[in-house]
């Protein structure tokens, strides 16, 4: 289950216990368990589904990774609105209630993110960039390592530019953005050295082609 929902049930769940009848039959308990057992089962897999979905789609800053997250979540709650939320039990609705609220969180959560990336683009104006080599590399695209290597000239030059631009202009910048823009500039930098290091050193082409300019666009992030 996921942590949150996990962790705010078992509080709901102690406080209500105490409401509860001191017993219960065995039909009444075997009643319950299966409306329970597939809430229970909803709550597990949309766990599983979530983390697989943030572990293919790794870099937390690409719009797709949201658009896809946003569309999983979309659905999940339209088949959670379809449950009929008075024939569950208490504990089942209890993780209904619960499930429903993390998803409506995280439908928040990714208008807050696409919200930032405007206030950060003019800071990472190269992160698309970076963001098509890591999910074309995920997506097991085919890769030209001679027109990848100009790819990188052309991005380490984006990259020293945009650091120009924002010495030029850091007293207007809001310190909670180049907070924000640091962790997300550390985070490509990672992604990024991830994706070069996926073929570098069993593809002699890409390492020929490639290995100077990934140099090259490594220092122009660290100075950025």
């Known amino acids: 289950m996921v942590p949150r929902i996990l962790s705010l049930r078992m509080c709901v769940v102690m406080w ?5 009848p001191a017993c219960a039959s065995p039909q009444a308990l075997e009643a319950r368990a299966t409306p ?9 897999r949309y766990e599983s589904d ?3 979905l943030l572990r293919f789609w790794s870099v937390s800053s690409s719009p797709q990774r949201d658009a896809r997250l946003g569309a999983f979540t979309a659905s999940e709650l339209g088949e959670l609105e379809h ?40 800071l990472v104006p190269f992160a698309p960039r970076i963001i098509a080599l890591v ?32 010495e030029t202009h850091k007293a207007d910048v809001v310190a909670s953005v180049a907070y924000r823009t640091a962790r997300e500039t550390e985070e490509l930098r990672g992604a990024f ?13 890409f ?3 490639v290995k100077k300019p990934h140099e090259a666009v490594r220092e122009a992030l660290d100075a950025h």
């Open 16 to 20: 209500c216990g105490s409401l509860a």
């Open 36 to 44: 329970h057992g597939d809430m229970r089962a909803r709550v597990e």
């Open 50 to 52: 979530r983390d697989a």
């Open 83 to 122: 449950v009929d939320f008075d024939a569950l039990e208490r504990e089942a609705r209890i993780d209904w209630i619960l499930l429903r609220n993390e998803l409506v969180r995280e439908q928040r959560l990714i208008e807050l993110r696409a919200a930032r990336r405007v206030q950060s683009a003019p």
């Open 135 to 166: 999910e074309a590399r995920q997506q097991m695209a085919a890769l030209d390592p001679e027109a990848t290597a100009a790819e990188l000239d052309a991005l380490a030059t984006e990259i020293a530019a945009a650091r120009g631009a924002v």
């Open 193 to 205: 050295d991830e994706w070069y290091a996926f073929r570098a050193g069993y593809d002699p082409s």
């Open 207 to 209: 390492s020929w082609w």
